[in-house]
């Protein structure tokens, strides 16, 4: 029966899994799931409305969606169907959140962590962004906490102001009521116009509406967040990309009324959605979505595509299922059962197939390799920690790799999403970065180095906590976690040391120069020379078991400094993707990893166990089938 059991709770895994994969359910009969395929442009890349309400609410709140006075939770298309086609509503929804003391006070809020809605804020708006500008002039990693709060408040705010006018100006109330009054001033307006133009009678009246309706028009352009009207060209019949005000523009210029189709869908969903009317916004949403496939197949199928990948969440989900690998390698570890240890593999090997999907579905999303930007680097690295977990626990069934990679692939899964939560993970490439051949193996292949020294410090904590606070550090498994440990110092060595003579390549093709000893080219070199550093140790026999073990597990610090702690100087060519908030956790991250080393180098009568001590009451070797 136990044999089975491991594979009936991956089985029951697989399905809550695939349960995911179908849409939310329309809420209130409004089908919102199929409204936030629907496509637009912003920075610069093709992305479902989906992504572009899940962004703003990143920069706005740090959250992916909005929680309701009763608990609800709307769903982010739900949220910015709110915000399009009913912007003053949305102003009473509490979305922006105060929780800085000096802060409170400014706003006249009281004391305490506050939700606040953008009419609750507009009487204030101009002392915040008076704050926020003088706060703007200081460096990031120098600004005081009421500094970074007031200036991430006023961008929330200022999205949001520019979400709000991105289909038509605001003020209007409604796409179509915007409409309405541009067709009731052009036809008078330009007749005037041309009038004054001749030097002939005008009305001055006719002549001053159509100038106030444009601008506002002109106004709530300059405003536009995401561009969402998607046209043809009519010479070359490419697609482009208009905001609200170029399609006035246009109209102005040929001298018609005649509005691009997607104007016209958003109008029936901006009326059907305002009259309550889920069937007539469900309708037009499809026609919509039928009329892109049609004309914009290409552009339609990659919004649809994102949109599936959003809702599946592929990353979140094998970060669960990697903490629950944990917890089952955790009791297979002291209990010692078998189907215990399959249970925590087979559970593990779900995960990694989950995070790989997750892995090359975005990167046909983006067309790019797997490593791009910290988010993905993030990423990769917890997937490469899986893998080497995977293999090495596939050799050596005691359960301990499984551990190890679970702990990695969770950590840096929780490292990944703190990372999106600055905003758009697929964001265009800078010029410098895009990538070419030499680019693409240069981040695969250090990331690969990463994670294999990461790997190594892992096992070298857990012979260290084996040694110290429990019986279970037997000579075969000390012995077996030294292999590895060395094994895995290898792989890192060759990957790290190829991976920074690629880099080099890369630079010389994009900057002239292989070698500049920037921050980041530093961080590199040390890594190679540390794990250089390890192997002369072992092979020269300079230090114990123990101390080597010491010396993988400052592999993690070394690395962690590498990949995050020159991103924080600020400076040099390799200084993007700065996040002010990492400085507090890497030095919580360094001091774990000296506190793990302090306990590596206490005297053996402090340990509980360690290899040169033979304990009859611990098994000397694999768990055995039940």
Known sequence: MKKWLSYLIVLLLGLWVLASLRPPAPRNGFDYANFGKLPALLNGRIQPLDSVSRNCLLQIRSKPSVRLKNGETLLPSEWLAEVLFNPSKADD??????????????????????????????????EIEKQAQRAQQVEPARRTTFEKQVVKLYSGLVVFQKLKNSL??????????????LKANLGSGLEAFRAKESNKEFNQENLNKLVQTLQKWEMASQMAYPRLI???????????????GEVVNQIIHNESLNLPRAIDAYIAMNVAYQKNDPNGFNKAVLDYQQWLATNFPEQFSKSKSESFFNNFAPFAKAREIYLLAFLFACISLFNLTEWLRKSSFNILALAFIIHTFGIIYRMTLEG???????????????????LIGLIVERAYPYGISVLVAAVGGFTTQIIAHYLSLTGDTMEVLRAVLDTNFWLATHVVTIALGYGAVYVAGLFAIVYILLGVFTKRLTKEI????????YGVMCFAILFSFLGTVLGGIWADQSWGRFWGWDPKENGALIIVLWTAIFLHCRWGKLVSERGLMNLAIFGNIVTSWSWFGVNMLGVGLHSYGFMDTAVFWLIVFIASQLAIIGLGSLPLRFWKSHPEQAYSQTPNKSPQTE
């Open 230 to 244: 998607l046209v043809k060209e009519l010479k070359q019949g490419n697609s482009q990309w208009l905001s609200h």
């Open 93 to 126: 929804r509490e979305i922006f959140v105060v929780d800085h003391l000096e802060l409170l006070g400014l706003l006249k809020l009281g004391e305490g962590k506050q939700l606040v809605s953008f009419d609750q804020l507009k009487p204030h708006f101009a």
């Open 368 to 386: 790019r390799p797997p490593v791009t930007n910290l988010y993905s680097s993030a990423v990769f690295v917890g997937w490469t920690i899986a």
């Open 478 to 485: 000390a012995s077996l976690l030294n292999r590895v440990v």
């Open 168 to 181: 038509y100006p605001e003020e209007y109330g409604s796409l179509q009521t915007a409409i309405t009054d």
